[in-house]
């Protein structure tokens, strides 16, 4: 875990431009938005965002932060795939999301799961379109001849693809290696293979602009399949861990309104669990307790009037077991007890 030495440098949501090229940048992108909200129109998908509307409200850039965004943004311009590993809660997703957003081209965002296969991926036919076309070539004979068109729908790594836009394949590990055959001529050829299209439609050209960021987490979970190294040599992996306490902090007081004294001793006693509980205990978890805490603390106190960074060791016990308790589901009364009695002894 990193120590407290990053120098805080807090900016909410985007940077303001300055210069006349970083305004050009600016408009770029506005347009971008406009021609990408048009282009996920005309293939009937929803899956493409505009820059903008994908970047996470609140986020939080602290050194710690903007030097893991330009690390990724560098490997995207150097045109290699990302990969962004690391444990549960961590803030994966938000940095592949706000580097995304950085780019200002269009981005397509992927869940990765079980039932995503490579028609997921690729698009598929949608079904037939049936027309009738009557022929009456003699008089009072008309031949009727039923036509069906087959429909092909372009799903998302086609749109983003076509549209050079920066695919978010988020927890990508989660679906099955043979889903991802595809991506290998993607990233070493530069062409799409669309299995169901025939002809020359059957593969597409990657637009030069196209980049890509896979998350996953970085220890083997139930429900994540080993993908093949043919791919994963192909990435580069930036390794995620939790972030020093001062950009936890800051990240907690851009979801929470609590004061200082309030979250300084909520992410002291997550950092603390993290250390001595045998549970990945995120970033995610200190805002759901600071959450939960902005509630509860006033409602046990009445009006809240408790000393600020004071937080009632019971409540906090209550609020941390049930932070952590859906990680422990499934286990018996004794886990559970002793998971409870942890959390005592640690808060
Ligand atoms: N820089 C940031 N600024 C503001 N909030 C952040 C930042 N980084 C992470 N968060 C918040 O922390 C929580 C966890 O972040 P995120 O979902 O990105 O983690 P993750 O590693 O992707 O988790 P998972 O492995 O479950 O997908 C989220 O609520 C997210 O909004």
Redesign the pocket.
Known sequence: MADDSSRKRKVRGRKITTDRSKKEGRRAKKELARKSSKAGKRNGDSSLSAPEDVA?E?????DA?ASLRDRINGWLEAEKPVH?I?????????????AAAERGRPVVWINGDESVDTAALVGANAGGERYKESDRFVSGVSKQTEIVRERWVDNPLSVAVQEGATLVY??FSRSDPSAHNVLLSVFEEGVLERPGKRGEDRTIDVHPEFRAIF???DVEYAGVHRQQDALLDRFVGVH?DY?DAE?ER??VK??VDLSEEDVEAIVSKTRALRDELDLVV???A??TAAKGLAVFDGQRNGDGDGEAGEFDDELLTDVFMDVLAPKIAGEGPDDVSQLRTQIAESV
């Open positions: 996470p609140p986020f939080v850039e602290t932060v962004l690391g444990p549960t809660g961590c803030g994966k997703t938000a940095l592949a999301l706000s988020n927890e998350t996953s987490n995620i972030y950009t800051e990240i851009s979801h995120g970033t995610r200190a805002i």
